[in-house]
């Protein structure tokens, strides 16, 4: 693939260069210090949970689900973190092609594999709060290793021709992406070939993938939420609503950033071209230090096991 920069139609280069938060480079840089904090709490909070739920035995199968989300956090993280970090500091903008479509690769698919395990286990939670004699048979250890080669699969298969489609277009004359990350649409834009299939075939796996894991996130809670509204025992409603909460509130946490950032780049001419590149950056990385935070927080047995964890580290 040729690609040329954009002073020059004759020198070939072998990279982009991310032109992250050009308008607002003074705030690139106070930017910087709370988004390192947010990838080292993000970094050792998702590692003391996969340990935890490593060395706690007793632990349900589902558990195994939310290492998983983990390891998916610990890597869009280091995929997209360092990198903007050391253009803030560094002002290291350059990325070669194979990275810059390694890193979409990763962060298309990577991204859909959180919204399918969110599905997932939203399905877990309908089966406990709705089928609850059932809930041993139904959510085991098969179900987990099937469930887990189902997000794996659909999600590396179906996000593939992403990257695919935009490396084997012709890039002449611009090499300057106006994103701290190697987005599909940023990077596509730049070519000199028409992105008619690019832009189709990333609207219709979006929508395809995210939309239909929150249709069926948005039935399993209407399903249990109707199943709470017929129990008439004292508290039951409480306690039922609580065990559905932590995952609850880290579907907002996805869903919320990720409707802002949609939001932003609908309304891109009211407001400034670096705000939904910040959102985008954010939503790498807010979700990741927040998810194991609250399963840490609102789940017992994963407060005791990171508990046992810290008194075995001090002793």
């Given at each position: 693939?040729?690609?040329?920069?954009?002073d020059t139609s004759s020198a070939e280069v072998s990279d982009f260069l991310l032109n992250c938060l050009v308008r607002s480079p003074h705030w690139r840089l106070w930017l910087s210090l709370p988004l390192s904090l947010l990838f080292l709490l993000a970094m050792g909070a998702n590692i003391t949970l996969l340990i935890t739920i490593r060395m706690e035995a007793s632990l349900h199968p589902v558990y195994y689900l939310l290492s998983l989300l983990s390891l998916l956090d610990i890597v869009i993280c280091l995929t997209v973190i360092p990198k903007v970090l050391a253009i803030s500091w560094f002002d290291r903008k350059s990325i070669n092609f194979s990275a810059c479509f390694l890193q979409m690769f990763i962060m298309n698919s990577f991204f859909a594999m959180e919204s399918c395990t969110f599905m997932v286990m939203a399905f877990d939670r309908y089966v406990a709060i709705c089928h609850p004699l059932r809930y041993p048979s139904i959510i085991n250890d098969q179900f987990v290793s099937k469930a887990a080669i189902f997000i794996l699969a659909r999600n590396i298969l179906f996000p593939m021709p992403i990257p695919i489609l935009s490396a084997r277009l012709l890039y002449c004359g611009k090499n300057v992406i106006e994103n701290c990350i190697c987005a599909n649409m940023s990077v596509s834009r730049l070519s000199c070939d028409d992105v008619t299939v690019n832009r189709l075939y990333q609207f219709a796996a979006g929508w395809t993938l995210l939309g239909s894991d929150l249709v069926l996130i948005f039935l399993s809670y209407t399903f249990i939420l109707r199943a709470v509204l017929r129990l008439k025992a004292e508290g039951a409603?409480?306690?039922?609503?609580?065990?559905?909460?932590?995952?609850?509130?880290?579907?907002?946490?996805?869903?919320?950033?990720?409707?802002?950032?949609?939001?932003?780049?609908?309304?891109?001419?009211?407001?400034?071209?670096?705000?939904?590149?910040?959102?985008?950056?954010?939503?790498?990385?807010?979700?990741?230090?927040?998810?194991?935070?609250?399963?840490?927080?609102?789940?017992?047995?994963?407060?005791?096991?990171?508990?046992?964890?810290?008194?075995?580290g001090w002793s």
């Open positions: 693939m040729a690609a040329y920069q954009n409603v409480a306690k039922a609503l609580s065990t559905c909460g932590s995952h609850f509130i880290l579907i907002l946490f996805f869903s919320t950033i990720l409707l802002v950032f949609v939001l932003t780049h609908v309304a891109k001419k009211k407001v400034s071209p670096d705000v939904p590149v910040l959102l985008n950056v954010l939503h790498h990385v807010i979700p990741a230090a927040l998810n194991p935070i609250v399963y840490g927080v609102r789940t017992q047995e994963i407060k005791q096991g990171i508990q046992r964890l810290l008194k075995k």
